[in-house]
């Protein structure tokens, strides 16, 4: 789902948030929830213009920024809790 993230400081003031609804995934033919996946965000990098704290002209001065925007979910594979290091899938 998504929800309206507002600043305004900040153009556009109104931005789209995903964020995910369930912890697992939804899958198999009913849609049931799997917890042997996770749903997690989708990220986006993105460009913003912040307003700061100076005017030039009578306007105000603004700045590039670079911000992370979630935009969506989807279904990754939960790690195994008994994964006893970083490459244990290496060692399978």
Do not use: W
């Not at 003031?13 to 369930?22: D, G, H, N, R, T």
């Not at 925007?69 to 279904?75: F, K, S």
């Amino acid at each position: 789902s998504y929800r309206i993230s507002y600043d305004p400081t900040r153009y556009p003031k109104y931005i789209p948030e995903a964020y995910c609804l369930c912890k697992g995934c939804l899958m198999g033919i009913f849609g049931e929830e799997n917890f042997h996946f996770r749903s997690t965000p989708v990220y986006m990098p993105t460009v913003i213009l912040r307003r700061t704290s100076s005017c030039a002209g009578g306007r105000y001065v603004y700045t590039e920024d670079y911000v992370t925007i979630p935009v969506g979910c989807t279904c990754v594979p939960e790690q195994d809790k008994e994964a006893g290091s970083v490459n244990s899938s290496i060692d399978k």
